[in-house]
């Protein structure tokens, strides 16, 4: 939690964010990801300073699992003095004790975002699905909360004013922008009729147009000139040179590899502009391609 302090920008979580979202749809398989296709509403999360603090964090904490489908889970809220913004203990269950920071006694309208990445940590215990190192597993708690529908109430807690500021989750607002376009784009849903953050909204719109590039990356057909031309000179080298190793996903590289098959045709392999899994197919020309993992249908030029 960023309370006053300076806010991280950009991307440096960008791989570990699409991993995550190739990780969820592994695990859950397309046809789950589908069911969340409706986020938390913000009707059902509104807290205001007249509710009572504990009935209504209680009440919160509900609506968020009821959103997961975890009906056996029940999260028991306390507030105490800490330096994180929250904390679950991950036990087998029924009971999750969740405890807030205090400052949401007097920030109620941000209990909602707290809830909200620790619920998904019970949902991600529950499934099973966890990244190596306790960094990245909170970059999937976050990604994982965002695509899956509630995380756009973390983006909407960012705020800075002058030298104030506030950020909750791992993720920087840009990566958050991120995630929620991706989330955007598969289920035609504008999360940003419901920020209160004028932040939130521009991340949102960072977020959007970073998104976009994935869909514009060759060898799809909506690559743009300066693409093309470069994928065109890498496929000429291609099979005289080793294969080229693929980008990293920041913008630095390109993306797709080249390697000839067993018959020593030659293939291109490029990440899925949707659940970044790699899709490998041979290189002739116009064709269409089909994502075994999110099933979108890619437009190619190989």
């Not at 995550?20 to 205001?48: E, N, W």
């Not at 976050?142 to 529908?149: K, S």
């Not at 116009?286 to 099933?295: D, P």
């Amino acid at each position: 939690m960023a309370n006053g302090g300076p806010v991280e920008h950009g991307y440096p979580h960008l791989d570990t964010v699409r991993a995550a979202i190739t990780a969820l749809y592994r695990r859950l398989s397309y046809d789950t990801v589908q069911t969340f296709a409706t986020s938390v509403a913000p009707v059902d999360v509104a807290f205001c300073d007249t509710d009572d603090l504990h009935l209504g964090a209680q009440r919160v904490a509900h609506e968020i699992v009821r959103h997961f489908r975890l009906p056996d889970a029940r999260m028991i809220v306390g507030f105490r003095d800490m330096t994180h913004a929250a904390n679950v203990e991950l036990t087998a269950g029924p009971e999750y004790f969740v405890e807030l920071n205090d400052r949401f006694r007097s920030h109620r309208g941000d209990i909602g975002a707290a809830l909200a990445h620790e619920v998904t940590h019970v949902y991600l215990h529950r499934l099973d699905l966890s990244f190596p190192s306790t960094g990245e597993n909170e970059i999937l708690t976050d990604t994982a909360a965002t695509y899956l529908g509630a995380g756009w109430l973390l983006l909407d807690a960012y705020r800075e004013h002058g030298e104030a500021s506030q950020k909750l989750g791992y993720l920087t607002p840009e990566e958050f922008g991120y995630v929620l376009a991706k989330r955007a784009l598969v289920f035609h849903e504008d999360p940003s009729v419901w920020f209160t953050s004028p932040q939130a909204y521009t991340a949102y719109r960072k977020g959007m147009a970073r998104a976009r590039q994935d869909e514009e990356q060759p060898p799809l057909t909506a690559a743009g000139w300066a693409g093309r031309r470069r994928y065109a000179r890498d496929r000429r080298h291609a099979p005289a040179a080793p294969a080229q190793q693929p980008g990293t996903g920041t913008g630095t590289g390109t993306g797709y590899a080249f390697t000839p098959d067993g018959g020593g045709r030659l293939r291109v392999s490029f990440p899925c502009p949707t659940c970044h899994q790699r899709i490998r197919v041979p290189v002739r020309g116009r064709l269409r391609a089909r994502c075994s993992l999110c099933r979108t249908v890619l437009e190619c030029d190989t």
